[in-house]
């Protein structure tokens, strides 16, 4: 099982960017699919999550409005797309896939926003 993060690195304050997670080695069309983030020192917060047909997606309270995830099953892949970024959205990003089959997770990528 591999999930493999692409698209982070450096924006701007305002900016945006779209990160990708390419999975392999698990059927990707029964699994949720989330972007988790984290900071030194404080715990993983889910970012958003999105369900296995992609009709419904939550986010957490602090992106709403300002991130999209969005999944192409026939490709395997799930995104997220980040606009209006701000220095607090600075974090590695985690790729997430659970089911009953168990719970997998990426490296993490990292977003830096900094003028």
């Known amino acids: 099982v591999q999930l493999v993060e692409s698209g982070g690195g450096l924006v701007q304050p305002g900016g945006s960017l779209r990160l990708s997670c390419a999975a392999s080695?698990?059927?990707?069309?029964?699994?949720?699919m989330s972007w988790y983030r984290q900071t030194p020192g404080k715990e993983r917060e889910l970012v958003a999550r999105?369900?296995?047909?992609?009709?419904?997606?939550n986010y957490g309270d602090s992106v709403k409005g300002r991130f999209t995830i969005s999944r192409d099953n026939a490709k395997n892949t799930v995104f997220l797309q980040m606009s209006s970024l701000q220095p607090e959205d600075t974090a590695v990003y985690y790729c997430n896939a659970r089911g009953v089959v168990g719970e997998y997770w990426g490296k993490g990528i990292l977003v830096t926003v900094s003028s």
């Open positions: 999105i369900t296995s047909g992609g009709g419904t997606a």
């Open positions: 080695g698990f059927t990707f069309s029964r699994l949720y």
